[in-house]
């Protein structure tokens, strides 16, 4: 049996007890607590459990080794760089609270070593994980799947807005979740500005191209970018085990014809294609594709996961959703990872489903890039590719974002810091 004592405090402030009983508590500060138990005195501890009837009638269960794992004390989390100091392989896996103090906003639970933790109504209910409640995840604007009809309206914002304050980086990366990709306007047409852009974001990445690039069609490196070709739509960086995230293009010059952008919305195409033709999704889902980089004579880059190949069409293993498209014909290897010979057949048919419907004129944005505006995407799921040009100079620069820094600093300025931290 467990001689546990529980009490009920007479604090006020979910800050104030905080600081009073651990010293500085960090990550689960609210100035009013939203969830709360049933009733007073209704939490109980088990063998190997503290049992939480909320409000709603649902119960949360927290075994009491998660509990102690999860301290937030300044001795167990460190209250700046945001990491566990704790040895969980040092804690006893029978460990149980000696006592339990229930308060208005949270519970102070005192171990064997005469340790303390305090933990916010709030935050244990949002961590709850038996049984796990849905999370309002203020985060995820809804996206907004477009076809040609956007050239009506396209997403713009304005430069100085962007440079001027954190909000504006918020309003702008929420443009780039919500339609795949913004144009910048009033962009100085000039690389070290075009840079500042999208350092306002995040380091830039580095690849076998280098960092910012800054370019004309010269074939400095063996690309077909590097060329004045046509590139139909494409993902970039498919070869790669993580391929970048977001990709800006700023044309800082250009004296000839043709060259217009093509941007494609691979998630709307995918929903289409789901649709009409859900063997071929499924078959985009399935068939893993090899790809490379070996344009230049020093390199020969592959993913150095997966056997070097994934789907055209990848989705989050949490959540069964489109999570990503990775599709460059241009850039994809000798295939061998077929099961069947009928997959064979039913590859080389899908696939041809899946390029009529990008290029199609309801699915394919057409436009001229002009200088001082510069382009952003996220390259996970809008497809980018060009018109066939003939000019006597198209000069433009650019970079890559990772996708994880990109999300990182999407958080932050459109969620807060704390809202954030109050997550991990």
Not at 4 to 28: K, P, Y
Not at 82 to 94: G, I
Not at 298 to 308: A, F, L, Q, R, V
Request: proline letters at 6%.
């Amino acid at each position: 049996m467990l001689a546990a004592c529980f009490r009920q405090t007479a604090n006020r402030s979910h800050t104030a007890q905080a600081t009073q009983l651990c010293r500085g508590l960090i990550a689960q500060r609210r100035l009013e607590s939203t969830h709360k138990p049933a009733k007073e005195h209704s939490i109980s501890l088990s063998a190997r459990k503290l049992n939480i009837p909320w409000q709603d009638g649902k119960t949360s269960s927290f075994h009491h080794i998660w509990l102690r794992d999860h301290c937030r004390s300044k001795s167990c989390f460190h209250p700046v760089t945001h990491q566990r100091l704790l040895d969980t392989s040092l804690l006893p896996r029978d460990i149980a609270p000696t006592n339990v103090e229930q308060g208005e906003e949270g519970l102070t639970l005192t171990w064997p070593d005469a340790h303390q933790s305090y933990f916010s109504y709030d935050w244990l209910h949002r961590h709850s994980y038996s049984p796990k409640f849905p999370r309002p995840d203020a985060l995820e604007a809804p996206q907004h799947f477009w076809g040609s009809e956007i050239k009506e309206s396209l997403p713009t914002i304005a430069y100085d807005d962007i440079m001027a304050s954190d909000e504006g980086v918020g309003r702008w990366l929420t443009q780039i979740h919500t339609y795949g990709f913004s144009l910048v306007d009033g962009t100085p047409i000039d690389p070290a500005a075009t840079q500042a852009l999208l350092e306002r974001i995040a380091f830039i990445r580095q690849t076998h191209y280098g960092g910012f690039y800054d370019f004309t069609a010269d074939l400095a490196h063996g690309d077909l970018a590097y060329t004045n070709v046509a590139l139909p739509p494409h993902n970039d960086t498919t070869y790669f085990s993580d391929p970048a995230g977001l990709q800006m293009f700023h044309l800082l010059a250009f004296d000839g014809t043709g060259g217009e952008s093509l941007l494609v919305d691979g998630f709307k195409a995918a929903k289409q294609l789901r649709q009409d033709h859900p063997k071929a999704y499924s078959t985009l889902s399935r068939v893993r594709v090899p790809t490379h980089s070996a344009g230049d004579v020093d390199k020969c880059i592959t993913p150095s996961i997966g056997g070097g190949a994934f789907p055209i069409l990848n989705h989050d293993p949490a959540t069964g959703l489109l999570s990503q498209v990775r599709y460059n014909n241009e850039d994809r290897s000798t295939m061998t990872s077929f099961t069947d010979d009928r997959e064979v057949e039913d590859f080389y048919e899908a696939l041809q489903v899946w390029h009529t419907l990008l290029v199609s004129p309801a699915m394919m944005l057409q436009f001229p890039m002009k200088p001082g505006q510069a382009l952003i995407f996220d390259n996970w799921r809008v497809l980018h590719g060009r018109t066939q040009f003939d000019a006597t100079k198209r000069r433009i620069c650019g970079g890559y974002i990772s996708m994880d820094d990109y999300q990182s600093r999407r958080k932050l300025t459109t969620r807060g810091r704390e809202a954030v931290m109050f997550d991990l």
